[in-house]
């Protein structure tokens, strides 16, 4: 069984740099490409969004936790929306959805994978990193360039499969991450919501890969059935 500082040692070394991407001036992970990164190292792990936190002035603030065997780490996120990443009152379905997205990302810096994002930082923790200024600036520099071509995972994903480019195994391995969250939404417009924001890479997979599409369709139908069932009977 990992111990904390275990998880930590290993995930904060994992450099994701070249896939830091910034918004309003915020720099954010694809959640899809960070749950992959968990799940390469962590495949046991686990994730469950708590009860959204509704304050007075109709703001939301939504808590992830991630669960890596008995290891646990809590997050919370207030949903914001704008240029000015400012916190909306009475969000959308979207909004929160997107805003349950960044929480879990942020949740998964607690053990370590990108917190140095959260710093302010570009590059992980090296002991061995090289003190010379000149190419301490050098690789900076490179390493910007590259963020500027970088496209995020997500994007990407969209484009191939758009193109008709995407892998069997990416779709196969896009369609596993979507099934997972499903199971881990308990509200059918939750559900909803997130085939919505994943519309597009699923109707590139549908026509790419028709036979996994139609392997989620399955089970995304079967998952909505049983959140509709569990609804109906509160």
Same mark, same amino acid.
């Given at each position: 069984m990992p111990t904390y500082k275990e998880v930590w040692e290993n995930l904060r070394a994992v450099n994701c740099s070249s896939n830091i991407? +910034? +918004?309003? =001036?915020?720099?954010?992970?694809?959640? $899809?490409?960070a749950w992959s990164a968990i799940m390469e190292e962590y495949p046991e792990a686990t994730y469950r969004?708590?009860?959204? !936190?509704? /304050? =007075?002035? =109709?703001?939301?603030t939504v808590h992830c936790t991630i669960s890596i065997g008995e290891l646990e780490r809590t997050m919370w996120l207030p949903v914001m929306s704008g240029f000015k990443n400012a916190a909306v009152s009475n969000p959308s379905a979207r909004d929160i959805g997107d805003s349950k997205m960044r929480c879990l990302v942020k949740c998964m810096a607690m053990f370590g994978l990108g917190h140095y994002i959260y710093a302010g930082e570009d590059l992980p923790p090296d002991s061995n990193a090289d003190p010379d200024p000149a190419k301490s600036k050098a690789m900076k520099e490179a390493i910007d360039q590259a963020k500027n071509v970088k496209t995020e995972t997500l994007d990407e994903a969209v484009e191939q499969a758009m193109e008709g480019a995407m892998s069997e195994k990416d779709a196969q391995e896009y369609i596993n991450l979507t099934i997972g969250f499903a199971? !881990? $939404?308990? $509200?059918? #417009?939750?559900? +909803?919501?997130l085939h919505t924001e994943n519309k597009k890479v699923l109707d590139g997979i +549908? #026509?790419? /890969?028709?036979?996994?599409?139609?392997d989620y369709v399955a089970k995304f139908k079967a998952r909505r059935s049983e959140v509709q069932t569990t609804e109906e009977g509160k």
């Open positions: 991407q +910034k +918004k309003n =001036g915020l720099s954010y992970l694809s959640w $899809t490409w969004f708590l009860d959204n !936190e509704i /304050h =007075g002035d =109709g703001t939301v199971n !881990e $939404t308990r $509200t059918v #417009a939750g559900l +909803k919501s +549908k #026509a790419s /890969h028709p036979e996994i599409y139609e």
